[in-house]
């Protein structure tokens, strides 16, 4: 197969064809450039809160332990000894250095190696610290990549942060975490998630939450300017006025990575997404009283961060195949909230129902294409966000 | 690999080189070619008896819908929307025409486009049916393929149908079906399939039935002369006359597409091929009375249906993979029997406990051809049949 | 990949780069040429005491059998008709002549074939034998290879049969078999059971047994010169004089095939490897009384064997898959012993905890090697059996 031919065939507004979304060959590459160097979440940083405590997570097939260091940062290794190569961590934990448990190597929370006993003359130990990777903590989300620039998430972080920070992100405390490990590559995945045309005929809790969605999945019936008049108006009249997102939506297509956050209103009186639009946890961070507005703050494409007054979700879109994806959402409520404020079935209800219904309709999707009378067909108007994605992953996958 | 120089060195009356039956690349290529071309049992008429019926088959890794439509004609379509290649149907139903779960694109029962939302200018939705699948019921039977000719069929048709009505199985029901995954590729379901060497060694129960069948295997140990005698009396004396097979056996062995249609007597006074002879359900067809006979008739290699006096066995062998292949059987019998009437046990006895035997000497073949020290044997003068259709599957897949 | 190019950049003293612990194409080679050339053991011979007795072992993805003929000699034949290739033997047994199951063909005890029906005319039947696989029972011992040369076990059988018969293994039985299947390439096991310096972090209840064991898992935390005295004084004054290794430790490398035998105490009062120190069986073979040693027995690297005063270890390590391998351990004990006078759980107790341990320690290994951060580390001093074992293999592979 020649990618570079087959990326030049591919039709602007149309789906792929198969081999991106099944081919072995073409996710191998993808996993040494493409996805590589994007950012994923991997974490809240109430999993490494103190000095010492790590927690171990995939990437992309890799094993990598996030670690708090003495001096408060967290850093990434990957979970491989430099003696003989062998895990070293199995499963989150605390420890005031990093113990290999086959032949006691041990490394510092920094990286670097410690004690190696009887190793021969002439070993320089200086070179035998745990290889890092790329990891950030930003308001309280931990970021993690295998080649991304850290430089690069810096005007990122200078974006988003001061949002996540009045939506109290990083006291938050982990209400929640439910996987939803899916049957088709990550691309399906990505691309389910981008578009509302499927709701009406998919999802029937989102829709009655969200009651703006109309039949053919639009966020509004009325076409684009009443969406912006009714948005206007929820922002000079409800929603809450300090938030740093404010009344800018923000978008910023860099060349190296773009990210954006925009608020809206979930309408029809609801105070948070809720089958009864009534909380299911305290009011969150800086925030001064409920008004109903879900924030999102993203990194393109798999960083995606939902802020509700009462609670934030942390999506995880995480490839494990050519055909397999992990999908992780983790609820987060105030780091103070008691046990008894926080109703944890009402939380997780709405992306719970619904990511259930998309791994059934991801599935069907893959299983689908992997037949020979597949061939790619025709974004409709109301999917234009995934074919800018697809647009998007050719040009950067063909450098 | 070079196949030609490998297809070139199979010595005749010999088995295949380990390749033919463990090999992806070679299982990858017949499933493009020769097993595309080929024709398959995929149900039978009463699983879609009404306009909008409609039944999900696998077929060689694809997902077919085989759907009667408004105007009586049994069709079949790949199971993949031309939107983005999602499964339409997941399961067996009766609709009015077919909606896809994803994003309601909806498919008249003829394949054609209704109905796509929010498309965008300039898409030609008559380009955007259902992709067809060569489908065809005949004599109640419903035969499928991935790039048979439709047209081929018809002398098969006009040769077979007779018979298949004579016997009753546009009108039968299903009494059983049972499915026997087989861990070996399908040249050794067939091989297995078409010879009676192994009878005498591996199939007690069905020597028992069959009882001209002798330790050898053979159909009659007095060779064939005195079986021609046997099968003439049978024919003069007890045969139900009517038949359309009548007592002309016939083969024709086009270059397209061979078949043909037998009839033979069980022998031993047995009236059907159940454990004491007796009946197991009433009398199917036009048959005027129980004669004791056996017909089978065949497109080779895939279909195989043996019509008793009482009920009517259809064989499917569907390979599904280079060493694997399932195996199903159906048992018909007449469509107005009532429940107690029909002895289920009685009726799948004898080819159950054959096809499980079978089974396991299909599997323990495979597991021996894995092996380094595996090389081609001769076949005996018992297995004329498997050694013809190797020579016949070699020179067509040289084609 | 460039196999040549692989081997010639491996740095002595460094550990292996990843392909050769996961690469199925080396997995490949390796079955075919340097594993294949190796002895493993596949069973005792017990296990075939009567002529016509038999057993079923699977050698690097052969199924083989074992049987002793009607002269007493115990031969290896592959598990595969000459017919059509199916498996012959599901399992072990004991028969007059070797039956197919699938078309009778029957071949006596010295694998030529007796009788098949129906061959046609020409065939020579003295060509089709069941194919010979390389097998020796020595000292009680049955070892196989799938292409080393009967001839080359005859020095390995002159000096390991004696000490094999002084420890009674030809007339034992077997009181305990335990598998171990281990998600590891068989280097990463072979490398693990060479050497000790992860026994002090890795394995505290073998430690506990083998009191000269110290905290850098060396024989001794004197050093050599304290060791050697240890065992000079142990050999003179505690040992059975009548040893046929004696005081002489021997190791042959040879060009085609090293191996070799030890001697040494367990120390610390024990008679035994037990958690006590206790016998768990009675006295074995010729010795006289319990002096506290373990004899081990090598033909480098496969064929492992551990003989106590009460109880003999028989080690096996299969390797299945490139990154799969069997270890099963074999406890025997005197063939005459009563069921009373045996402790199995006392007697299995060390190493089956220390297996457990090994093969946790090897699966870690295993996984982190998968990762592309892995890249080889130095050996230490500790290690120079692995170093040794890795360098041969490279030097064989190579030719």
């Known amino acids: ?12 507004g149309w789906s792929l064809e198969q081999p991106f979304y099944t081919s072995a060959e073409i996710y191998d590459l993808e996993r040494k450039t493409w996805l590589a160097r994007q950012w994923y979440v991997l974490g809240h940083s109430s999993e490494v809160r103190e000095s010492g405590s790590f927690i171990v997570r995939d990437l992309l097939g890799e094993s990598l332990i996030i670690v708090r260091g003495n001096d408060g940062t967290v850093r990434g290794f990957f979970n491989v000894c430099r003696h003989r190569g062998s895990r070293i961590c199995d499963a989150d934990g605390k420890a005031a250095s990093l113990m290999c448990p086959y032949h006691a190597w041990t490394y510092r929370l920094d990286g670097t190696l410690r004690s190696a006993p009887a190793l021969p003359e002439g070993i320089d130990t200086s070179q035998l610290g745990l290889r890092p990777a790329p990891v950030k903590e930003i308001g309280g989300v931990i970021l993690g990549s295998l080649q991304g620039e850290l430089e690069s998430l810096e005007p990122v972080r200078q974006a988003l942060e001061p949002a996540l920070i009045y939506h109290g992100v990083p006291n938050a405390r982990i209400a929640a975490r439910r996987h939803y490990p899916t049957r088709g590559n990550w691309k ?7 578009e509302c045309y ?5 999802h029937p809790e989102y829709c009655s939450v969200m009651r703006h969605v109309d039949a053919l999945g639009r966020v509004s019936s009325d076409g684009a300017a009443r969406w912006q008049q009714t948005l206007e108006e929820w922002l000079r009249n409800q929603a809450n006025p300090d938030s740093p997102i404010g009344n800018q939506q923000f978008n910023f297509t860099a060349p190296v ?6 608020r809206a209103p979930i309408g029809g009186g609801c105070k948070t997404q809720t089958k009864d639009g009534e909380p299911a946890a305290p009011l969150m961070g800086e925030q001064s009283r409920f008004d109903g507005g879900v924030s999102t703050l993203r990194i393109d494409p798999f960083v995606y961060i939902a802020a509700l007054n009462d609670y934030v979700r942390l999506f995880q879109f995480l490839p494990t195949g050519p055909e397999t ?7 987060l409520v105030d780091g103070e909230a008691r046990e008894p404020d926080v109703d944890i ?3 997780v209800w709405l992306w719970d129902v619904t990511t259930v219904q998309d791994k059934a309709l991801i599935e069907r999707n893959a299983a689908g294409i992997r037949s020979t009378a597949y061939s790619p067909g025709p ?21």
Chains 1, 2, 3 share one sequence.
């Open 345 to 347: 079935e009402k939380l």
């Open 379 to 399: 974004y409709s108007t109301l999917e234009s966000m995934p074919a800018q994605f697809v647009g998007r992953y050719l040009r950067e996958l063909a450098l």
């Open 257 to 262: 990575q773009s990210y954006g956050a925009t």
């Open 198 to 202: 499927h709701c009406f005929p998919a």
């Open 188 to 194: 399906l995945v990505m691309e389910n998630f981008m």
């Open 325 to 331: 994806t992990d999908v992780v959402l983790t609820w």
């Open 1 to 12: 197969m020649n990618l570079q031919e087959l990326i030049a065939r591919q039709r602007p």
